[in-house]
């Protein structure tokens, strides 16, 4: 237990943060997993609002099984010592006062009793306390009567909060930074963070889902007349928001957000203002919060039997989560090292190409695309592709659900059925460009054909804006399948794959996954997928805002990122596409779903991207970002957007009339036509 030295007590501890800050997972971090702890939710349910239910259900499924929950006043619950008591947070509260009093209209202050009574309640305990609020200045109020009751009131509630704490952290963007309290600011050092063996900082790097929180969506309108307040953390109001009678939106904390590492062996703990970061990661918060017990000489777990998170290595990066068994090294699969294509049978190529029947370049970038294909084959003149084949990996995305699609989960097993019997447009296509096509069923929500079905490893994946796609072991089981799916394909014959898609709501991990990869903001990555108006744009846009907040701690690391914001058919897309590079066969990578897939592929395998080219440029701006990202340049540009592999199966006969030319003109010797050198 973590105590304040000046007073001997355990420590009270106050985290702010804004809408989606992270600032819930960290306080949930630092009270610890290895030893139960009292969970006091202060939000109202509105048990109308299923969606908003959804999430209390998953945020209450993931909370550990020796935690208590209590809703109500915190009051009341403080009046019970627990060892460990964690309140959030105190905007939910504070509105249900406010409420209680209907003082929405009223000067502030009218709150000031309940407000005395809730500083008296934490200065007079004793026990482990971490209150959660939101900080008000990093939220959006609006400038009406009642939004400016609420932001007094929570500003006045959070000073007299700070003002009896031991210690007060921020959290903006999953980072918290330790600030002075009123003690060290006149010079002393008694509400030190940290004391023995230190307190965890945030970091598992899963999901916090409400307690009790309101949809985040972009698109909701708040209605009645005092519903400027829509909740302490509502950064954008969402579909899900249930507005009281009093016209007050009741929202809960509502943090999708992730934490930063786990910090502070040191004596003195966090310095006030220095950021703790995943990198900062130096102990497990299960040994602090059990009461400083070390980590077990050679063991990487606290004595406790708790997983615990190793020191970094000096100078190397480290792995936020790590106490998470998808980082161990064993559980990555290994690809074997990806050679690249030819670098000798390309300069033949290239000095060829010199000797057609041709100014040199005249064929534009048909030329290096057939030096491409010769590299790939080892040999000059390249052989034409006498087994093009296309796989089409379907499966469901559970985020489709939540209205970021025009059409419903359902579709995605109709379209399986009519890519057996060969009426889509991939189907139409690959005739044309005479390939054939195969379908597999990876995660599609409903039964298919046995045929297609060998390689399914769940049904649908899961919402990745508020839970992980996949487990560990659905993860490394896709992977594989891509992988297997990839050998049966070249051992079979084929000498060009094509990667496609089919999953209704496919498009929003896609996305995540390529904004998160390359660092880009939400709104600049997000397209209309299937043709969704600006309403379901912008709960697209929410959706992926909260993935991408689970997302970020993994990107650099493959796995991770498709268990936490992938699903099974980008798993699956990926170890086809690292598999295909590590048996030196060429791949036409197809839109948006597919390259995203080759961006995750290219880490798992790296130097794989050698052995793809870019079928077409989709009409999703994400698929420039990835692109871009991979250094391919399309060969087609038609404005597609279908997936399906269509895009790529499109550029095939651009493949094989590079081939063509290249292996099937006659040079300027062979034909007895004088070249350019000759008529100087």
């Given at each position: 237990m973590?105590?304040?030295?000046a007073s001997g007590?355990?420590?009270r501890?106050?985290?702010l943060?804004?809408?989606?800050?992270g600032?819930s997972?960290f306080?949930?971090e630092?009270?610890g997993r290895a030893e139960p702890?009292?969970?006091v939710a202060?939000?109202?349910?509105?048990?109308?609002?299923l969606?908003?239910?959804?999430r209390?259900?998953?945020h209450?499924?993931r909370r550990p099984a020796n935690?208590?929950?209590?809703?109500?006043?915190?009051?009341?619950?403080?009046?019970?010592?627990?060892?460990?008591?964690?309140i959030d947070?105190?905007g939910?509260?504070?509105?249900?006062r406010?409420?209680a009093?209907?003082a929405w209209?009223?000067?502030?202050?009218?709150?000031?009793?309940?407000?005395?009574?809730?500083?008296?309640a934490?200065?007079?305990?004793r026990?482990?306390?971490?209150?959660?609020?939101?900080?008000?200045?990093?939220?959006v109020?609006?400038?009406?009567?009642?939004?400016?009751?609420?932001?007094d009131?929570?500003?006045?509630?959070n000073?007299?909060?700070?003002?009896?704490?031991?210690?007060?952290?921020l959290?903006?963007?999953?980072?918290?930074?330790?600030?002075?309290?009123?003690?060290?600011a006149?010079?002393?050092?008694?509400?030190s963070?940290?004391?023995?063996?230190?307190?965890?900082?945030?970091?598992?790097?899963s999901?916090?889902?409400?307690?009790?929180?309101?949809?985040?969506?972009l698109?909701s309108?708040?209605t009645?007349?005092?519903?400027?307040?829509a909740g302490?953390d509502?950064?954008?109001?969402?579909s899900g928001?249930?507005?009281?009678e009093?016209?007050?939106?009741?929202a809960?904390?509502?943090?999708?957000?992730?934490?930063?590492g786990?910090s502070?062996?040191s004596?003195?703990?966090?310095v006030?203002g220095?950021?703790?970061?995943?990198?900062?990661v130096?102990?497990?918060?299960s040994a602090a919060?059990a009461g400083g017990?070390g980590i077990?000489?050679?063991t990487?777990?606290?004595?406790?039997g708790a997983a615990?998170v190793p020191?970094?290595?000096?100078g190397?990066p480290t792995i936020?989560g790590?106490?998470d068994p998808?980082y161990s090294e064993?559980?990555?699969?290994?690809f074997g090292?990806?050679?690249?294509?030819d670098?000798?049978?390309?300069?033949?190529a290239?000095?060829?190409?010199?000797?057609l029947?041709k100014?040199?370049?005249a064929?534009g970038r048909?030329?290096?695309?057939?030096n491409?294909?010769?590299?790939c084959?080892?040999?000059?003149?390249?052989r034409?592709?006498?087994?093009?084949?296309?796989?089409?990996f379907?499966?469901d995305?559970g985020?489709?659900?939540?209205?970021v699609?025009?059409y419903p989960s359902?579709?995605?097993?109709?379209?399986v059925a009519?890519f057996?019997?060969?009426?889509?447009a991939?189907n139409?296509l690959?005739?044309l460009?005479?390939?054939?096509?195969?379908?597999v069923?990876?995660?599609v929500?409903?039964?298919?054909?046995p045929?297609?079905?060998?390689h399914?490893?769940r049904?649908?994946?899961?919402a990745?804006?508020?839970?992980?796609?996949?487990?560990?072991?659905e993860t490394n089981?896709?992977i594989?399948?891509g992988?297997?799916?990839?050998?049966?394909?070249i051992?079979?014959?084929?000498?060009l794959l094509i990667a496609?898609d089919m999953?209704i709501?496919?498009?929003?991990?896609?996305t995540v996954?390529?904004?998160t990869?390359?660092a880009t903001e939400p709104v600049?990555?997000?397209?209309r997928?299937t043709?969704?108006d600006?309403?379901g744009?912008?709960?697209?846009?929410?959706?992926?805002?909260?993935?991408?907040?689970?997302?970020?701690?993994?990107?650099?690391?493959?796995v991770a990122?498709l268990?936490?914001?992938?699903?099974a058919?980008f798993?699956?897309?990926?170890?086809?596409?690292?598999?295909?590079?590590a048996?030196?066969?060429p791949?036409?990578?197809d839109?948006?779903v597919?390259?995203?897939?080759?961006?995750v592929?290219?880490l798992l395998?790296?130097?794989?991207?050698a052995w793809w080219?870019a079928g077409?440029r989709s009409?999703?701006?994400?698929?420039t970002?990835a692109?871009?990202?991979?250094d391919?340049k399309p060969?087609?540009?038609?404005d597609?957007r279908?997936?399906?592999?269509s895009?790529?199966?499109?550029?095939?006969?651009?493949?094989?009339?590079?081939?063509?030319?290249l292996s099937?003109?006659s040079?300027?010797?062979d034909?007895?036509?004088?070249t350019?050198?000759?008529?100087s």
């Amino acid at each position: 237990m973590l105590n304040d030295a000046a007073s001997g007590r355990p420590l009270r501890t106050l985290v702010l943060g804004g809408a989606r800050s992270g600032k819930s997972t960290f306080a949930e971090e630092l009270a610890g997993r290895a030893e139960p702890v009292r969970y006091v939710a202060t939000a109202q349910v509105d048990p109308a609002d299923l969606e908003f239910t959804e999430r209390i259900a998953a945020h209450r499924d993931r909370r550990p099984a020796n935690w208590t929950l209590v809703e109500g006043d915190p009051v009341e619950a403080l009046a019970d010592p627990a060892r460990v008591t964690l309140i959030d947070d105190l905007g939910t509260w504070l509105t249900g006062r406010i409420d209680a009093r209907a003082a929405w209209d009223s000067s502030p202050g009218v709150v000031a009793p309940d407000v005395e009574a809730l500083v008296a309640a934490i200065e007079g305990y004793r026990q482990r306390l971490i209150v959660v609020s939101p900080e008000v200045g990093l939220g959006v109020i609006p400038a009406t009567a009642a939004g400016r009751v609420f932001q007094d009131e929570i500003g006045t509630l959070n000073q007299r909060i700070a003002a009896v704490c031991d210690e007060v952290f921020l959290v903006v963007a999953g980072r918290a930074i330790r600030l002075d309290t009123a003690a060290e600011a006149g010079g002393v050092a008694e509400g030190s963070a940290t004391t023995g063996s230190g307190s965890a900082v945030a970091g598992s790097g899963s999901a916090v889902v409400g307690p009790d929180s309101a949809v985040a969506g972009l698109d909701s309108a708040v209605t009645g007349a005092q519903a400027a307040v829509a909740g302490p953390d509502l950064t954008l109001a969402g579909s899900g928001s249930a507005v009281t009678e009093s016209g007050s939106a009741v929202a809960g904390h509502g943090d999708l957000g992730l934490g930063s590492g786990a910090s502070g062996s040191s004596a003195s703990g966090p310095v006030a203002g220095e950021p703790i970061s995943p990198e900062s990661v130096t102990a497990a918060m299960s040994a602090a919060a059990a009461g400083g017990s070390g980590i077990a000489a050679g063991t990487g777990r606290a004595e406790n039997g708790a997983a615990a998170v190793p020191a970094p290595v000096s100078g190397a990066p480290t792995i936020p989560g790590a106490a998470d068994p998808i980082y161990s090294e064993s559980a990555a699969p290994d690809f074997g090292p990806v050679t690249p294509p030819d670098a000798e049978v390309r300069a033949q190529a290239e000095a060829r190409q010199l000797q057609l029947t041709k100014p040199a370049g005249a064929l534009g970038r048909l030329e290096p695309l057939g030096n491409w294909v010769a590299a790939c084959q080892g040999v000059c003149p390249p052989r034409q592709f006498e087994r093009a084949r296309v796989v089409v990996f379907a499966g469901d995305h559970g985020i489709a659900r939540y209205g970021v699609s025009a059409y419903p989960s359902e579709v995605t097993a109709q379209m399986v059925a009519n890519f057996i019997g060969g009426g889509a447009a991939v189907n139409a296509l690959a005739r044309l460009a005479d390939a054939t096509v195969r379908v597999v069923d990876i995660a599609v929500e409903s039964d298919t054909d046995p045929s297609v079905s060998a390689h399914k490893i769940r049904r649908s994946s899961g919402a990745i804006d508020r839970e992980d796609a996949l487990t560990e072991a659905e993860t490394n089981a896709a992977i594989a399948a891509g992988r297997a799916i990839a050998d049966e394909e070249i051992d079979g014959g084929a000498d060009l794959l094509i990667a496609g898609d089919m999953g209704i709501g496919n498009t929003t991990p896609a996305t995540v996954l390529i904004a998160t990869l390359t660092a880009t903001e939400p709104v600049v990555a997000i397209g209309r997928g299937t043709g969704i108006d600006d309403h379901g744009w912008m709960r697209k846009a929410a959706a992926v805002r909260d993935a991408m907040w689970r997302a970020r701690p993994h990107k650099t690391d493959p796995v991770a990122l498709l268990r936490v914001a992938g699903g099974a058919d980008f798993a699956a897309m990926a170890g086809y596409l690292a598999q295909a590079a590590a048996r030196r066969t060429p791949v036409v990578l197809d839109g948006v779903v597919v390259t995203a897939a080759a961006l995750v592929a290219e880490l798992l395998a790296p130097g794989a991207k050698a052995w793809w080219v870019a079928g077409h440029r989709s009409a999703e701006p994400s698929h420039t970002l990835a692109l871009t990202k991979l250094d391919l340049k399309p060969l087609v540009e038609m404005d597609m957007r279908l997936g399906e592999g269509s895009g790529a199966v499109t550029a095939v006969p651009l493949l094989r009339a590079a081939i063509a030319a290249l292996s099937e003109m006659s040079t300027f010797g062979d034909a007895g036509v004088s070249t350019a050198d000759a008529a100087s």
